[in-house]
């Protein structure tokens, strides 16, 4: 493979928490050496001249959904992957929650296979926690280890037997498999299409207190602290959740959490009129979870942001909002939504990188995620000031269900590299 040298570069560390201009080399897909200003003449190197772009380790979004197999209309593994490297997201990790569910080693393969083929970016699966998520029986954990499961979870599908839950967990723990939750109550949150408060109450849409997501993840952290297993809260969304993470943390427990672009970018405000685009799971919450998610990000006690990308048919949102499919979709639109971060300088560019790429590189036991010599060379190149409007038409995923049609952005994905391979170029 040719060297690659990337030149007039604000390089992105969020390891180190700084930006600084300079230039990077690429060989082998992975990053070879790093050069302050100016650049190195490197013999027999193709130069890319970012003319003062940033560059920062690529994205790594833990959660997306992927039709295959059950609903390729919905999403392909193609389909997503060209969204994913036009939104700079290098690797992205599946949920098994498809149709059939991802429970065995066999579909595990499958995946794999159609991933590799099809795919222009890493693809790592999860599988699910228990036999067709039903919460009755936990899967072949260390089999489908073998088979590539970098997590297990049952997403959405909350184990409400706990004897289950925590067999599951002792034996993940036993074989170092990281097990991903999904906070709520199943009882307080079923049926619920809404934050429970004052705009759900005048709107008349069915809601759900934020203490079920504080008391589903006391339950999970009680879980843990009696098996000892790894264990990831998938989305932290109420501020009220926040103290009960706090402490496990605190107590030395292994957690970690997420939160997704969504509910750091929107609130229960922005359904307005009944916008089902805007319907996800758990529900927007209000104004002041929302700050007080940004502020957990800040000081680290979320540790990852992801998309929660969820392709939709037009089929199952044009519908009453009550009866529509929760989910938005994300992989192109997660760094520019995310930027508006940046520019109201909520969160800055090594914080908001720390959350995309470092840490959940670091909690499946990746390499990525750093701006180091001789991590891989997955890299994305953007223009955070480069103004435009978004036309969910002209998106990659085969579903268009984005809350940000016709939102004006500011930051542009322009280049995005795989190993040191130029997967995306917007000119």
């Known amino acids: 493979m040719k060297r690659t040298l990337i030149v ?14 300079g230039a990077l080399l690429i060989a082998k897909g992975a990053i070879a050496q790093i050069f302050g200003e100016p650049a190195p003449v490197v013999d027999d190197a193709a130069v890319v001249d970012a003319d003062g772009a ?26 997503a992957g060209l969204a994913a490297a036009a939104g700079g997201v290098t690797t992205i990790v599946t949920r098994p929650d498809t149709s059939p569910a991802i429970d065995t080693p066999e579909a595990l393969e499958f995946v794999r296979r159609r991933a590799n083929e099809a795919a222009p970016v890493n693809v790592l699966p999860m599988g699910a926690l228990t036999k067709g998520r039903a ?23 909350v184990v409400t037997d706990t004897k289950v839950l925590s067999r599951a967990m002792t034996y993940a723990r036993s074989l170092g498999a990281l097990v991903m939750g999904h906070p709520q109550d199943p009882g307080l949150s079923r049926g619920a299409a809404a934050s429970a408060g004052k705009f759900a109450s ?15 993840l006391d339950r999970d952290i009680a879980l843990v602290e009696m098996t000892g297993a790894r264990y990831h809260a998938d989305q932290i969304t109420a501020a009220r959740a926040l103290p009960a993470l706090r402490r496990a943390k605190k107590n030395g427990f292994d957690v970690t ?16 009129d009944y916008r089902t685009f805007f319907k996800v799971k758990p529900p927007l919450r209000a104004e002041e979870d929302r700050m007080a998610l940004i502020e957990a990000v800040r000081e680290g006690l979320i540790d990852i942001i992801g998309s929660f990308h969820t392709p939709q048919d037009e089929e199952s949102k044009r519908l009453p909002f009550e009866e529509a499919a929760s989910g938005a979709v994300g992989l192109e639109t997660m760094l520019p939504v995310l ?18 790429s470092l840490n ?16 891989p060379a997955d890299l994305v190149m953007f223009d955070p000031d480069a103004p435009f409007i978004l036309d969910r038409f002209k998106l990659a995923s085969k579903s268009k269900n984005t809350p940000f049609d016709g939102a004006r952005l500011q930051g542009r994905v322009l280049k995005t590299f795989v190993t040191g391979r130029e997967v995306y170029s917007y000119r």
């Open 8 to 21: 007039n570069a604000q390089l992105v560390d969020p390891e180190a928490g700084r930006v600084t201009p």
């Open 54 to 79: 940033f560059v920062a380790p690529g994205i790594v979004d833990i959660g997306v959904k992927i039709g295959e197999p059950g609903e390729r209309h919905k999403e392909s593994y193609g389909s």
């Open 135 to 157: 919460g009755r029986e936990m899967t072949e954990i260390g089999l489908m280890m073998d088979a590539g499961a970098v997590a297990f979870t049952d997403c959405d599908h």
């Open 202 to 216: 005048l709107r008349g849409i069915p809601a759900v207190s934020p203490m079920a997501e504080r008391m589903g």
């Open 257 to 272: 959490a997420g939160t997704s672009m969504h509910h750091l970018t929107l609130n229960e405000m922005d359904v307005a």
């Open 339 to 356: 930027l508006r971060l940046y520019h109201a300088e909520d969160l800055d560019l090594p914080t908001l990188f720390r959350a995309l």
């Open 360 to 375: 959940p590189s670091r909690r499946l036991g990746l390499d990525s995620g750093r701006m180091a010599e001789g991590a």
